[in-house]
């Protein structure tokens, strides 16, 4: 926000986020003395007054405004809050796994049209991220206790589905394309870094919630999460966010950690100080493509050396004609 920006936008701003988290608080505070239904329009209201304001506050005004982001990014995390609120109140012993779904599905539709009606990018990802949460909470339901490895394949084929649409927003130019990128690469990364979990009570005690299975890391994941990691890290450099890169980022650090403690030996008890294996693929294939990049001729040489724009970027419109010089 601008220091030259009106001066109600300020006001606007903090009084929102106070109003909302003040509910929050109190919704904590009094969660063991009042009903589920006083504590669930306690954040009703939180959330309604967040969307309310930035949907009033903003009519008539184009370009998105910092303070309204603000009020979406609390509104689009207080939404599933509030939803799950409502399933407490109307019956305490529902289907968690069955209102999960629905709750993030509701919640993603709410985030994926904010991005593209107000052009909040970052409410694209966060709708990707609650789509994902939603995909594995209906499966989990449908298949009861999936194994570890269908879950993978679940978050892979879900990925899949991401690009696909990603791909259509890139073709309209829209730049809520590189977030939804970057929720298939979340997905992806997932799948291959799920192994993380059987190697700790805690994480297995949480991969419990929807596979009655502990996965296990092994050489094939390890060479997709490689491979993945390497992909977004390439996309980031040239996106128009820098979401993709970082998690390909994280990524490739879970790939270092599981192959640098060489947990698959470790569970199939071989020697973990070996040399060979990843650290010889790795240095041998990292020191050829670097000779590979000094060696072989740049691709049309003479030509211009300028990229195409980034996919989801748009050009800015032509100055407006200017008219005849006064006399």
Do not use: C, H
């Not at 539709?109 to 991005?115: F, I, K, L, M």
């Not at 909470?137 to 449908?142: E, F, G, Q, T, V």
């Not at 690009?163 to 992806?188: H, K, N």
């Not at 724009?309 to 407006?320: D, I, L, S």
């Amino acid at each position: 926000m601008s220091v030259y920006a009106d001066r109600r936008d300020w006001l606007r701003l903090f009084g929102g986020i106070l109003f909302a988290a003040g509910a929050l608080v109190l919704a904590e505070r009094k969660g063991s003395d009042w009903s589920d239904w006083a504590i669930f329009f306690t954040l009703l209201v939180a959330t309604a007054v967040l969307y309310g304001a930035a949907i009033v506050g903003a009519r008539g005004v184009q370009p998105l405004q910092d303070w309204e982001s603000a009020f979406y990014t609390f509104a689009i995390i207080l939404l599933p809050l509030t939803l799950a609120a409502l399933v407490g109140a109307v019956d305490k012993s529902a289907d968690g796994r069955i209102n999960a779904f629905w709750i993030l599905g509701v919640s993603a539709a709410v985030g994926a049209y904010t991005a593209l009606r107000r052009g909040a990018w970052w409410q694209m990802l966060i709708a990707g991220i609650y789509a994902i949460a939603s995909w594995i909470a209906l499966w989990s339901k449908i298949l009861d206790n999936p194994k570890a490895d269908t879950i993978r394949w679940l978050l892979i084929a879900f990925a899949v589905l991401l690009l696909f649409a990603a791909s259509a927003l890139a073709r309209e130019r829209r730049p809520q394309a590189a977030d939804l990128v970057t929720a298939a690469g979340i997905s992806a990364v997932l799948a291959g870094a799920l192994g993380l979990a059987g190697l700790s009570g805690g994480a297995a005690g949480l991969s419990g919630l929807v596979s009655a299975s502990t996965p296990k890391p092994t050489q094939g994941w390890n060479v997709f999460l490689l491979v993945v990691s390497l992909a977004l890290i390439a996309y980031g450099a040239r996106s128009v966010t820098r979401g993709p890169g970082y998690v390909g980022a994280i990524g490739f650090a879970i790939f270092i950690v599981l192959t640098g403690t060489n947990v698959v030996a470790r569970l199939k008890g071989d020697d973990v100080n070996a040399v060979s294996g990843w650290p010889l693929i790795l240095l041998i294939a990292g020191a050829a493509l670097l000779v590979a990049s000094f060696v072989v001729p740049r691709m049309g040489a003479g030509a211009a050396t300028t990229q195409p724009p980034p996919v989801g970027y748009a050009p800015p419109p032509p100055p407006p004609p200017q008219g005849p010089p006064q006399q």
